[in-house]
């Protein structure tokens, strides 16, 4: 009896230094997190969306059908939001809007927010730049902003309408310049520029 007592003591001090050793490395994993989510210098695009797994066949989840999603030339936002969070978005439209500045506004001010950034983007061969069609940021707390030629699309649950209007209105500010139009006259009088 008395060679056993000396083993309990020491075994629990161990297992104990264990759990403490773990809980230690748990806490500072969290303090890393923390750390990663309050810079605001670096966003990192590759990070992989949060979303709440039900069960499923296989513990996986693939796409079988894509004729929904993609949809003209880039991604149908309202699919991808549904298959990106399992809900049906609510959705804001503002029209007429100049998207560089959008986008740059959007930048600035979600800049920590954003999960994750998807591009169509096209070359100009004239101007030897690249420019985009299309871009869906990604947000937390299940949002997502489109910014396409002229518009800005804002998808939401139904918790973030305070939200969603809020950027409606900061968005709205960007109103497009009117192209100024040239009449032409079609018929018998030559124009200028046609000959």
Not at 116 to 124: A, D, G, R
Not at 151 to 178: D, R, S
Request: net charge positive.
């Amino acid at each position: 009896m008395q060679t056993y007592f000396p083993i309990v003591p020491i075994t629990i001090l161990i297992v104990r230094f264990i759990v403490y050793a773990m809980q230690q490395e748990r806490n500072v994993a969290r303090e890393h997190a923390v750390q990663n989510i309050n810079t605001h210098d670096a966003v990192n695009i590759n990070k992989p969306v949060k979303r709440r797994y039900k069960m499923k066949f296989f513990f996986t989840r693939k796409i079988k059908n894509t004729d929904a999603l993609f949809n003209g030339h880039f991604v149908d936002v309202k699919a991808f939001y549904v298959l990106q969070f399992d809900k049906v978005p609510c959705v804001c439209f503002v029209g007429d809007i100049n998207v560089t500045k959008a986008y740059a506004h959007i930048n600035e001010t979600f800049g920590c927010e954003i999960i994750t950034v998807f591009q169509h983007v096209y070359f100009e061969h004239d101007k030897l730049q690249t420019f985009f069609n299309s871009t869906i940021f990604v947000l937390t707390e299940k949002r997502m902003i489109e910014l396409a030629k002229g518009y800005a699309q804002i998808l939401y649950t139904p918790k973030a309408y305070v939200w969603a209007n809020g950027v409606m209105k900061a968005l709205a500010e960007f109103k497009a310049e009117a192209p100024a139009f040239q009449t032409q006259v079609v018929g018998f009088a030559r124009q200028t520029e046609m000959n």
